[in-house]
């Protein structure tokens, strides 16, 4: 069935990049997205990629993609204290009416 | 994109009873969906509401304990029945973004403590 794989912890130091890895298995998806989850919080969409893109890019956010290996990547150029957070990556169900979601990495920023 | 709101945003509840969560869009939505977050954990899909029909249940999840209403296109309610604490957890719903967000925009979620 459907999954998605994530690891979950990440920690670096305020101004440094963060990468946050993604692997999932539905290669039919057409869509492939990243959410973030402060604490006490909902979910806010950050950004999504079309499955034929590679990569895109919003402000400090590059999003990669590797179809070939089912592989999907968040990065967060100059890291602050305020983007301490859990990110999910999730993808879209086989129906395409809901998401999967990973476990959800959790970035500690320290400055 | 819409813009969902959820209520309660939180509650603490005695076991064996229930609750029921509101979720109002600002906009006609075809399809809601009803997330459950354990504490710790990932976002598991329980259902889909479509106005106009029954709910369609995710396995694991029945309609018994999970009952659903969707009157119109742009509010639909989520019961946890029979509470014990095993359904502590942020239950949160859903739409899709629609338009030039194909996202799916999320409630503030309702965080549940069942003693």
């Known amino acids: 069935g459907e999954d998605v794989e994530q690891s979950l912890f990440l920690s670096v130091r305020e101004g440094d990049s963060s990468v946050i890895n993604c692997t999932y298995t539905?290669?039919?998806?057409?869509?492939l997205y990243w959410y973030k989850q402060e604490p006490g919080a909902g979910l806010q969409l950050l950004t999504y990629?079309?499955?034929?893109?590679d990569m895109k890019q919003d402000q400090r956010l590059t999003v990669l993609l590797n179809k070939k290996d089912k592989h999907l990547s968040l990065r967060i150029a100059d890291t602050q204290t305020g983007d301490s957070a859990i990110y999910f990556c999730?993808?879209?169900?086989?129906?395409?009416?809901?998401?999967?979601f990973g476990k959800g990495t959790t970035l500690s920023v320290s400055s | 994109s819409a813009v969902i709101s959820q209520k309660p945003s939180r509650d603490i509840c005695q076991r064996g009873t229930s609750l029921t969560i509101q979720c109002q869009v600002d906009s006609q939505v075809t399809m809601m969906f009803w997330y459950r977050q354990q504490p710790g954990q990932s976002l598991t899909l329980i259902a889909t509401a479509n106005q106009g029909s029954e709910a369609t249940y995710e396995s694991g999840f029945v309609i018994d304990k999970f009952p659903i209403s969707r009157p119109n296109l742009t509010f639909s309610t989520l019961t946890v029945s029979n509470m014990s604490p095993e359904d502590s957890s942020i239950y949160l719903c859903?739409?899709?973004?629609?338009?030039?967000?194909?996202?799916?925009?999320f409630g503030s979620g309702t965080r549940l403590t069942v003693v």
């Open positions: 990629i079309f499955s034929n893109m």
């Open positions: 539905d290669s039919s998806s057409t869509y």
């Open positions: 859903s739409v899709e973004g629609g338009g030039n967000n194909y996202g799916y925009t």
């Open positions: 999730a993808e879209a169900n086989q129906a395409g009416t809901a998401l999967i």
